[in-house]
């Protein structure tokens, strides 16, 4: 299973760019890393999804080197709204096995 | 377009009694999911269904079953409720099975057995 690790939790001011990295050493050829937001008390929602290099939309972007084991999400600009988990997940379509979302990263963004 | 709607948003159970959670989707997706999520938790897979007319189990399937009623609704069935089974339910669905599938998630189901 491609296992996820991600840090617990990062802290921001608002207007900062936030970079959470997550780490999949077993990421297989057919897997996409996919990235959620979960807000407190509301089901997670999709941000942003990629096989490699770089993806660009309007909340954010994902960075993954050419060896695929680990991603960035980067957040420009955070603001008090962004606080919230993000979960990292790796994996393929076809296979439940792996979704695992585990526990995510908890950015808290401060004024 | 409602996305994926839940019911009921908060229930209490006293530990024995049973309840189904509902779950249904206007996307037209064929795959369908229940998680569950304890405090400071991540979600966690109890059942699926991949397609209608399939279900599966998850991570942690004991103590509950499932009804994959149509391509819309996924129902999510407590037997014999326990003081364990507190937790918050997701629904979720996918257009296809699998983590890369994007998976677009219900409101949620607060759940508290007494």
């Known amino acids: 299973l491609a296992k996820t690790t991600q840090p617990i939790s990062m802290d921001s001011y608002e207007g900062q760019e936030v970079n959470i990295t997550c780490s999949h050493n077993?990421?297989?050829?057919?897997?996409?890393i996919t990235w959620y937001q979960q807000f407190p008390s509301q089901g997670p929602r999709f941000i942003i999804q990629?096989?490699?290099t770089k993806v660009t939309n309007e909340v954010a972007s994902l960075f993954i080197p050419a060896d695929r084991k680990s991603s960035t999400l980067s957040l420009p600009r955070v603001s008090l709204s962004d606080t919230a988990v993000y979960y990292c997940?790796?994996?393929?379509?076809?296979?439940?096995?792996?979704?695992?979302f585990g526990t995510g990263t908890r950015l808290q963004v401060f004024p | 377009n409602a996305g994926v709607t839940q019911t009921p948003k908060f229930q209490v159970l006293k530990t024995g009694q049973s309840m189904t959670l509902q779950c249904a989707q206007d996307m037209n997706h064929n795959s369908m999911y229940w998680y569950r999520q304890d405090p400071g938790m991540g979600l966690r897979l109890i059942y699926y269904s991949a397609s209608e007319g399939t279900t599966d189990k998850g991570e942690v399937p004991n103590g509950y079953n499932v009804s994959r009623l149509n391509k819309r609704e996924f129902s999510l069935r407590l037997e014999s409720a326990a003081p364990s089974q507190t937790s918050v339910y997701f629904c979720?669905?996918?257009?296809?099975?699998?983590?890369?599938?994007?998976?677009?998630f219900g409101p949620g189901t607060r759940l508290l057995v007494l």
């Open positions: 997940l790796v994996g393929d379509t076809g296979n439940t096995d792996k979704l695992i």
């Open positions: 990629g096989y490699k």
């Open positions: 077993n990421i297989a050829t057919n897997d996409y």
């Open positions: 979720a669905s996918s257009e296809w099975p699998g983590a890369g599938e994007t998976q677009y």
